[in-house]
C-alpha cells in the first residue's frame, strides 16, 4: 500500500512539472497582462523626510514590495533578493530604469530617518516610503495588500502578520504581475526587461 501511495505522489509531482513546463512554453513571448484592480495614485514620505508623489516613478519599471523593517525574516530576505537582481541589472547597464521601492506598514516605528538606515543594508538607490497610518493604509489597500498586527515582538513593538508579494508595475503605473517572495529571480529578470 506504502509503494502504491509512493508511485502515486510520484506520478502527479511528474505531471504538475509538466504542466508547469508546458504553461511557461506557452506564456513566452506574451506580453504581461495589466491588472485593472491594484495600483494608482498615492502620496508618501520618502527615507529623506521628503514629500513622495508616485508620479515620481512614472518612466521607471518598479518593483514594489510592502514589508515592515522589524520584520524578522521574509521582508529582509525579500529586500536582500532585490539588491541581488539590482545588482545583475547594474552589471548590464539596464539598473537606471528599474526602481525598488519598499512601503512599510509600520510607520510608528518606521520613521524616514530609519527607513533610510534600514535601505542602506541593501542598496542606496532603493526608495523606502513610510506616511501616517491613513495614507498607508489607503496604499496597502488599493495593492489588496493585507497586513495584521499580531501581537508584540520582543522589542516592544508591533508584529505584523502580512501578505509578501513583490509587484512589478510598468513605465506607465500599471501592474503588470505578482511574484511569490520565493520567485526565481531570472523570471523576474526576463519579465522586467520586457518592459524595459
Not at 508547469?20 to 514620505?45: H, I, Y
Not at 510592502?66 to 539598473?95: N, S, V, W
Not at 518606521?110 to 497610518?133: M, N, S, V
Amino acid at each position: 500500500m506504502k509503494k502504491l501511495i509512493l508511485m502515486t505522489v510520484a506520478v502527479v509531482c511528474v505531471l504538475a512539472v509538466a504542466v508547469l513546463w508546458q504553461t511557461s512554453r506557452d506564456s513566452a513571448g506574451k506580453p504581461l497582462p495589466v491588472n485593472t484592480r491594484m495600483g494608482g495614485q498615492f502620496e508618501m514620505t520618502d527615507q529623506d523626510g521628503q514629500p513622495f508623489s508616485s508620479e515620481a516613478l512614472q518612466g521607471k519599471v518598479v518593483l514594489l514590495f510592502f514589508g515592515f523593517t522589524h520584520c524578522p525574516d521574509i521582508c529582509p530576505a525579500t529586500m536582500a533578493r532585490m539588491a541581488q537582481l539590482y545588482k545583475d541589472l547594474e552589471q548590464t547597464g539596464e539598473a537606471s530604469d528599474v526602481q525598488v521601492v519598499f512601503i512599510t506598514f509600520d510607520p510608528e516605528r518606521d520613521t524616514a530617518e530609519y527607513l533610510k538606515k534600514y535601505l542602506a543594508w541593501f542598496h542606496p538607490d532603493f526608495i523606502g516610503l513610510t506616511g501616517t497610518p491613513e495614507q498607508v493604509k489607503k496604499v496597502a489597500a488599493q495593492y489588496s495588500v493585507v497586513y495584521l498586527a499580531v501581537g508584540e515582538d520582543s522589542e516592544g513593538g508591533t508584529e505584523f502578520a502580512h501578505s509578501d508579494f513583490v509587484y512589478l508595475i510598468d513605465r506607465e503605473g500599471k501592474v503588470r504581475k505578482l511574484y511569490p517572495v520565493d520567485a526565481e529571480l531570472e523570471e523576474i529578470k526576463r519579465d522586467l526587461r520586457t518592459l524595459l
